[in-house]
């Protein structure tokens, strides 16, 4: 069956650090992968998305995702965060044209 | 409206009650889905409508579980005789029928509390 392991459940960071989050899937055919981002108090949002073409993808707010095949990875990147990133992520993966697969999160605490 | 609504926001009842919990698509949308958030989780499938097709029910967790829409308007998520385990977060989203995955906007959700 598919699936989607998110490693890190909770991060916690200082403003301007690094940040990446880890995504893998489990899906032999055709990929598409997605970054769900969940700001307090709102609703789910498109953050970025792969269908084909470059690896790396550039999504909202500076974040970029890189789709490594070998390693059936989509890990989540930002160079320097800011205390507005702080949210909740979801790496998702959907399976035929009717389902997303999603993984089980990534809260992010930005720290000024 | 501009986005999917749900309502109600919060719904708290004791366990063995039925709930009802209502989705509005954005006008258009034919694909309307239903997902549940359990404390800790990612978002578990539960049904999937696309217009007059006979619905994907397959990720619904028991028979207690049912949905219904109308047309390629509103939705209802029923469960009925509630369980503690039902608490979570209902969320509904919905998509254009040509549209991928990157056209599903998703409503605030219903936080639904099993005493």
């Known amino acids: 069956a598919q699936s989607v392991s998110q490693h890190n459940h909770h991060v916690i960071l200082s403003e301007a650090a690094s940040l990446e989050l880890g995504c893998n899937y489990s899906y032999g055919g055709t990929v598409n992968l997605f970054w769900y981002v969940q700001y307090p108090g709102q609703h789910l949002q498109l953050l970025l998305k792969y269908f084909s073409g470059d690896p790396l993808v550039k999504g909202i707010k500076g974040f970029e995702a890189e789709f490594i095949k070998s390693k059936f990875s989509f890990n989540l990147r930002k160079p320097s965060v800011q205390w507005s990133d702080t949210a909740e992520y979801f790496c998702?993966?959907?399976?035929?044209?009717?389902?997303?697969?999603f993984g089980a999160g990534t809260r992010l605490a930005v720290h000024p | 409206g501009a986005g999917v609504s749900q309502s109600p926001s919060n719904k708290v009842t004791e366990k063995g009650k039925d709930v009802e919990l209502r989705c509005d698509p954005i006008s258009g949308h034919t694909a309307l889905y239903w997902y549940r958030q359990r404390l800790g989780q990612g978002l578990e499938f539960l049904i999937y409508?696309?217009?007059?097709?006979?619905?994907?029910k397959s990720g619904l967790p028991s028979d207690r579980f049912s949905a219904e829409r109308t047309g390629e308007s509103v939705s209802t998520l029923t469960i009925q005789r509630t369980q503690q385990e039902d608490s979570a977060v209902y969320l509904c989203a919905s998509r254009e029928s040509s549209g991928g995955f990157e056209t599903q906007y998703f409503g605030p959700g219903t936080r639904l509390l099993v005493l």
């Open positions: 998702a993966v959907p399976v035929g044209y009717n389902k997303l697969i």
């Open positions: 409508f696309q217009g007059n097709s006979a619905p994907d």
